[in-house]
């Protein structure tokens, strides 16, 4: 899965959305994103881990071409004004 930067991630979107307009599917997905890179261990020494803000993980994919941005949750409502646009 290749992570891009929000305005990329939107003009690879489009992309994905004009090939798949004809026949196929994008899949999106959102998740809560607190920015840990490895799960967190079920016994021993928990790390502590303060997320410093909240983020938002979105993931599209269509067959085996898989893209990924993390959004801040001061560029939300940019990301979501630009998105109907892609």
Excluded: H, W
């Excluded at 085996?64 to 979501?80: A, L, R």
């Amino acid at each position: 899965m290749v992570l891009l930067e929000n305005d990329s991630f939107l003009t690879e979107l489009t992309r994905l959305f004009q090939k798949c307009r004809s026949s196929g599917s994008v899949v999106i997905t959102l998740k809560k994103y607190d920015g840990r890179t490895k799960p967190t261990p079920r016994k021993g020494n928990p790390e502590t881990f303060e997320p410093s803000d909240n983020k938002c993980l979105i993931r599209a994919s269509e067959g085996k071409k898989k893209i990924s941005t993390v959004v801040n949750t001061k560029e939300v409502i940019k990301f979501q004004m630009a998105y109907p646009t892609s």
